[in-house]
């Protein structure tokens, strides 16, 4: 299963685990973290208010969670970018990574 999934008119959970600033050891838990979905010419998919906030997750160590809206306007097998930027006293962290949308499959 890939990392990143996108499923097809399913409501779906984004998790950010144990947000830290590089090179050190303490988690960033009072940051502003958000995701923005990116079809293939670099646009904002439907569906959604972008970019989603994503909030801080009570006395984790730098979780973060937010959920994204089934209305989504997601075309099967094409490849979208979620971008994650986490915000922090002036610094920015951004992660991209693409995500192929797919229908939600029955277990074997």
Do not use: C
Request: glycine share 8%.
């Amino acid at each position: 299963m890939p990392a990143v999934q996108l499923l097809i008119g399913n409501t779906m959970n984004v998790l950010v685990e144990g947000l830290q600033f590089e090179g050190e050891s303490t988690y960033i838990n009072d940051g502003a973290v958000e995701v923005t979905i990116f079809d293939s010419d670099e646009a904002e998919v439907a569906g959604e208010t972008w970019p989603l906030e994503l909030d801080y997750v009570s006395s984790s160590n730098g979780n973060y969670e937010g959920v994204l809206t089934a209305d989504l306007e997601l075309v099967r097998n094409h490849r979208y970018t979620v971008e994650i930027t986490a915000t922090k006293s002036g610094n920015t962290g951004k992660w991209r990574e693409k995500a192929p949308a797919q229908d939600r499959r029955f277990s074997s």
